[in-house]
């Protein structure tokens, strides 16, 4: 299985973004897709979630400027991030959880003016 992470970049303070992730290969069906986040100095953490069925878990903190989504047809998991702040700087990545678990390569979001 391969992950394959897009969509990050620079955007000002109050910019959106979307992170698309597409995984490809023997996929198990019933899975979670997520999306992390590793800013520098700090540890990994979860950005948010989304099971094969459709249910989404999110940092308590993101909720309501990040939104997950995905399309099953296309194994593919999206984070569209609106009001991005300095503090949302960090690499990016995409997860797949199922029997065994695959990390996307990353991709890196820079919130500066």
């Known amino acids: 299985v391969q992950l394959q992470a897009s969509g990050g970049g620079l955007v000002q303070p109050g910019g959106s973004l979307r992170l698309s992730c597409a995984a490809s290969g023997s996929i198990f069906r019933f899975n979670v897709m997520g999306w992390y986040r590793q800013a520098p100095g700090k540890q990994r953490e979860l950005v948010a979630a989304?099971?094969?069925?459709?249910?989404?878990n999110y940092a308590d903190s993101l909720k309501g400027r990040f939104t997950i989504s995905r399309d099953s047809a296309k194994n593919t998991v999206y984070l569209q991030m609106n009001n991005l702040k300095p503090e949302d700087t960090a690499v990016y990545y995409c997860?797949?959880?199922?029997?065994?678990?695959?990390w996307g390569q990353g991709t890196l979001v820079t919130v500066s003016s």
């Open positions: 989304i099971s094969s069925g459709g249910l989404t």
């Open positions: 997860k797949l959880s199922g029997p065994v678990e695959y």
